[in-house]
């Protein structure tokens, strides 16, 4: 038997008996990243960049809350706005002020939002943008990229890097098409086809940027080509948003698209989402603004418990060096990962932008300017398979919990110590990783 597993059974006892009790509560592990083999952890609470399990384990997290939480876990500012909210009622059945002020905020963040609409999470804003995508051009493909992730409904799961589109029918799936991140072939597909309402695209590149974008010329020929096509770029920012900078992938690179999709960090680490864009698109949601609105109700949209979280964590981003601080952890992390692999003597390569941090083992290439220079199918392959679930567990074994794929969400509450002890660990993992005959 593996000694990872072997290791990480023993650490982790506790989950491992709730995982078996909830074989007959919960269907599967109840969200994709946690299947984890032989069973994922359970964990209790968290404060700052440490998360406690059921066994007592100490975890050093880089998970945060999969990307939501820029300002680590439980920051006091955020839980007192919140706590007080709670006293005042958690869903009002109506407006209230706090949407005009969480939108303001986004507004005053965003550089291309004119109109902000709540929606209650991440796949709810891209199923939206792609519904106003194809409103307001009466026209029915989006185009997406190959790898790119928007989320678990039907028209965003081809060639998103799940594992099966199960249960969605081709009649939705045809309305979709997939393309590789290269400008040539989009250029070359809008010139063929009068049938596209929009494209979507993560501004990282896929996966938060496991596979990047060659930013930013890539974004910008898109703009370029949207523009002179009449179709409604949608860039989704459900991950980066906030994080790459306060403003988003949009704000980093200067290219401003037709519509925003947002979640994780926009609701504060409570469940939320928003679409924001152009003010002759967004109007369609507008009652009576034009020959026919469209419909978008929603029973958490603008949730005054969602709001306050948003709004708070909105205004620290605005007002202290949230973004810089994370960036500067990422940085530390990216190089003292590298000097471990080399000192290790194990092929790798690291690279991620801002507080993102990707591993691909077993290739080397370029990190230049933020982007990896390594090609896709390297990159890919370096990512898929037994590895990234092994390397979990060993990680896990060392008290620290990885990001889907290999890597890491960073926020500026991550100190020095939880990153010289991650550094520690991931010799620790190599080894362990050789000695399993992994790698
Ligand atoms: C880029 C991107 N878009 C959309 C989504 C879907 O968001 P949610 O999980 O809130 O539905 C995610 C989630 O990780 C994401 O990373």
Redesign the pocket.
Known sequence: MSEIIKKYSQKYKKSEEFFTKGGGIIAGSGHESRPQKPFPIFVENAKGSIKFDVDGNRIIDYQMG??SLLLGHSHPAVMEKVAKRLEQGTHLGALSELELIWGTKVKNLIPSAELVRFTA??????LLAMRLARAFTGKKKIIKFKQ?????HDY?VPESGLNTDFGVPEETTGTITVLEPEIKIFKKYLEDNTDVAGVIF?A?GA??GQLPLKNPEFMQNLRDLTTKHNIVMIM?????GFRVSEGGAQKKYGVLPDLT?M??IVAGGL?G?AVAGKEEIMSLLNEGTHYKNMYHPGTFNGNPVSATAGIEALNIISNEPINEKADANANKLRIGLKEVLDKMEVKGHVHGISSIVHIALGVEGEYLNEISQVPHSELEEATSGNLPRMIKLAFLNEGIDIMGGIGFMLSSEHTDDDINQTLYGFQNVLSALRSDRII
Do not use: L, M
């Open positions: 999969f990307g999470s991440g796949s709810e804003s891209t790119h992730y928007h989320g678990w965003v993560e990282t996966h938060w989704d920012e459900v991950i980066c999709t979640a994780k469940p989402g």
